[in-house]
């Protein structure tokens, strides 16, 4: 009885983590009809994040410079850098959050263009995670960023999305994205362990139930 209870729990949990793994799949299949589908226009007024994310989207507005953060230890071809992310004013109330791109440490030529400017690029709903050391809330160096603890640590009223930039901003930035990590091979690790463990409750029974009957 234990043996087969353990059996049918290991392909039920089985079963689920394969469905995880097809849910992220088609929200890879999603990603990639995005990125060449026509961007979605960012209102200035609030909006669901869930209508956005992991969807290419535009947005208009001003850039504000000195609200700038850089994400350190950002690699990119073997090289230590940063990742630029800076409001981008939409209205009178209302900013998005922008993560430009990458730069080498200790290069100069930074540039943030004045006046009206049109970002394209990728809606997430949150930047990468890294370790967190310490209250960083002080520093525009930084390892994380968090839109909510950033809004209330700036005053700005900010759209629950982070863009990741594709268009050319003309600023001296690298845009190399990695593809974002959806977690498929490690739902679909999860699910081949679930089933070794099924499958390891019958042998076991089997095994047993020889020795018993030898004995």
Request: hydrophobic share 45%; with cysteine; charged share 25%.
């Amino acid at each position: 009885m234990l043996a087969f209870a353990a059996c049918a729990a290991g392909i039920a949990l089985g079963n689920w983590q394969s469905g995880r793994a097809e849910e992220k799949r088609a929200l890879g299949a999603q990603l990639e009809r995005s990125l060449a589908a026509p961007p979605l226009e960012l209102p200035a007024t609030p909006i669901n994040a869930q209508d956005f994310v992991f969807k290419r989207v535009a947005a208009r507005g001003e850039w504000l410079p000195t609200r700038s953060i850089y994400l350190d230890n950002k690699q990119r071809h073997g090289q230590v850098g940063y990742e630029v992310v800076t409001p981008l004013k939409l209205g009178p109330a209302m900013h998005v959050l922008v993560n430009r791109g990458w730069f080498v440490r200790g290069a100069s030529g930074l540039r943030s263009p004045e006046g009206e400017v049109r970002v394209e690029g990728i809606a997430l709903a949150r930047l990468p995670r890294a370790l967190r050391l310490g209250d960083e809330s002080k520093s525009r160096v930084r390892q994380n960023l968090d839109i909510a603890e950033f809004a209330a640590e700036t005053g700005l009223a900010l759209q629950p999305i982070v863009i990741e930039q594709r268009s050319d901003g003309r600023d001296g930035l690298l845009r190399e994205w990695p593809r974002p990590d959806l977690g498929v091979d490690m739902h679909a690790s999860y699910a081949l362990q679930w089933y070794s463990l099924a499958a390891l409750a019958i042998v076991l029974l089997v095994v047993l139930s020889f020795r018993k009957r030898e004995k």
